[in-house]
Nanobody, 129 residues
Framework: QVQLVESGGGSVQAGGSLRLSCAAS????????MTWFRRAPGKEREGVAA????????YYADHAKGRFTISQDNARNTLYLQMNSLKPEDTALYYC??????????????????????WGQGTQVTVSS
């Protein structure tokens, strides 16, 4: 059972930056895709960015392109999300998720929360104007 623990959330002013981390208890050979999701108050959870573990290929939601960067440190079993130029609408609980489906990242469904095998508890990001 892979456990995911997010950290790095906090409160910042608009235009500021944060770096989120997601520590995995292990990077097993069966994990192919890792993704950041977020859930804003009153809204459904939505995909932010994903990375394919073997190739490092990255995928972004339109709202994240140009501002957020997803990366991984395989040696430390850690996923990151660098968030720059933050906006109040980025305020949300941010989750990381991992999937054993080798095609999850590349099939176009990475931003759909169903079928992800493992989830963290989330870290809160609050952006004030």
């Amino acid at each position: 059972q892979v456990q995911l623990v997010e950290s790095g959330g906090g409160s910042v002013q608009a235009g500021g930056s944060l770096r989120l981390s997601c520590a995995a208890s292990e990077y097993t050979y069966s994990i192919w895709c890792m993704t950041w999701f977020r859930r804003a108050p009153g809204k459904e959870r939505e995909g932010v960015a994903a990375i394919r573990i073997d190739s490092g290929g990255t995928y972004y939601a339109d709202h994240a392109k140009g501002r957020f960067t997803i990366s991984q440190d395989n040696a430390r079993n850690t996923l990151y999300l660098q968030m720059n130029s933050l906006k109040p609408e980025d305020t949300a609980l941010y989750y990381c998720a991992a999937d054993r489906n080798r095609y999850k990242c590349t099939s176009g469904s990475w931003n759909q929360e169903r079928d992800y095998n493992y989830w963290g508890q989330g870290t809160q990001v609050t952006v004030s104007s």
